[in-house]
Structure formats: structure tokens, C-alpha cells
């Protein structure tokens, strides 16, 4: 069965405190991973797409970085306004028909505290 | 703001009633997809629309449908509501139909007493 599982599930940070979000998949034809923020009551917000391995993309204090089995996202020197939970998705085919689905994981909530 | 909208932004309703949410993409995008999330289960992807026809399905329950119309808006319906359905409810709309960079609304909240 397919899954995708972050850790971990929640992380305190001091502010400046540099840090990395995992994200580790188990599925079959990858066709994308992407990485979301979400704060509380509000609609999740698209930060990055990865497509392979050895794929990196950055912006501003947070680099996303993919290998065959997980994607890690870096938080260098985070800031109070970081706070957020960090959600994974990936992107994989449905059935035969060319049809795809995202799967999301539960995601990672991050304190970053003054 | 992702330029995709959701109405209404709550709603509170019975068991047993029905009810219709409603979400317009951004301009350009082709895609609808529709999400529950609840405060244990994460964002469940229910179902995609890509320009006016089903492209995808997640789980969504026998009791839920959806549709998208002409003009690209789309319309999910929940009926014979149980305690369990009450969760945030997203919209996300992309141009393509791959799933790739979704544009998410900000959330109908539905609490059924």
C-alpha cells in the first residue's frame, strides 16, 4: 500500500535553531513530491515541487531535497513566523488509465519560539 | 491569497441534513479537487474534476458527490451528514490535471450536531 509518513509528528525550535522535516514514501511510479505550509484553520500553501533524486529547491530559509525513498525539508536559522505544520504529498498513478492522484502525509507542526 | 474562493466559510448544520459547498478555482485553472481534513486523519483527497469531467477519485463516501460545471466552479454535495463528516472541507484547483502545484481555498468548516 502506498504511504507516505513524516517525523517528526510535531518540533520545537528555538528561533536560529537550524533543523530538517522528513518525509519517507513508499510507492510505486513516483511522479512528483511536493511540500506545502499550512497554518492553523487556513488552506494548505504550495512551497515546492520535486520531480528526482538529487533534486534540491530553495526558498528563503527552507531548501527541499529528494533521494529515492524521502524527501527531506531544511530550515536554516528559522524564525518565529516559520511556525507552521509542514505537509508532504506525493504524486503517483492511479491505474492504468493515466489517471494520477496525492496522497498527503499527516504532517509535521513547527514551533519556532522567540 | 491563492485566488481560489470557498463558500460558505462555516457551516453548522443536523444529522441527516444535506448540504452543498461551493468552490471557484483560480482563473486559468482546469483542475478542481476537492479535500476533507480532520484533526486525526490529515488532508484525505475525495475527488477531481478536470474541466468538467471526473478524473480521479479518493475516498469518498457513497453519500458525497461532486460536480464541476461549465464556467469551471464546482459544487460538492454532502448528504444524510453524520457526526464524523464535520471537518474542514478544501478546494484546490491547478491548470493541468497532473496533481502538480495545487492552489488551495481557504476551507469550508463543517460541524454537524
Known amino acids: 500500500e502506498d504511504q507516505v509518513t513524516q517525523s517528526p509528528e510535531a518540533l520545537r525550535l528555538q528561533e536560529g535553531e537550524s533543523s530538517s522535516l522528513n518525509c519517507s514514501y513508499t510507492v510505486s511510479g513516483l511522479r512528483g513530491l511536493f511540500w506545502y505550509r499550512q497554518d492553523p484553520g487556513k488552506g494548505p500553501e504550495f512551497l515546492f515541487t520535486?520531480?528526482?533524486a538529487g533534486e534540491e529547491k530553495e526558498k528563503e530559509r527552507l531548501k527541499a531535497t529528494l533521494t529515492k525513498k524521502e524527501s527531506f525539508l531544511h530550515i536554516t536559522a528559522p524564525k518565529p513566523e516559520d511556525s507552521a505544520t509542514y505537509l508532504c504529498a506525493v504524486q503517483i498513478p492511479l491505474n492504468s488509465g493515466g489517471y494520477q492522484k496525492v496522497t498527503f502525509g499527516i504532517g509535521t507542526k513547527l514551533q519556532v519560539i522567540p | 491569497d491563492s485566488g481560489v474562493t470557498q463558500t460558505p466559510k462555516h457551516l453548522i448544520t443536523a444529522t441527516g441534513q444535506r448540504v452543498t459547498l461551493r468552490c471557484s478555482p483560480r482563473s486559468g485553472d482546469l483542475s478542481v479537487y476537492w479535500y476533507q481534513q480532520s484533526l486525526d486523519q490529515g488532508l484525505q483527497f475525495l475527488i477531481q474534476y478536470y474541466n468538467g469531467e471526473e478524473r480521479a477519485k479518493g475516498n469518498i463516501l457513497e453519500r458525497f458527490s461532486a460536480q464541476q460545471f461549465p464556467d469551471l466552479h464546482s459544487e460538492l454535495n454532502l448528504s444524510s451528514l453524520e457526526l464524523g463528516d464535520s471537518a474542514l472541507y478544501f478546494c484546490?484547483?491547478?491548470?493541468?490535471?497532473?496533481?502538480?502545484?495545487?492552489?488551495f481555498g481557504p476551507g469550508t468548516r463543517l460541524t454537524v450536531l
Open positions: 520535486l520531480y528526482s
Open positions: 484546490a484547483s491547478s491548470v493541468g490535471h497532473s496533481g502538480r502545484g495545487q492552489f
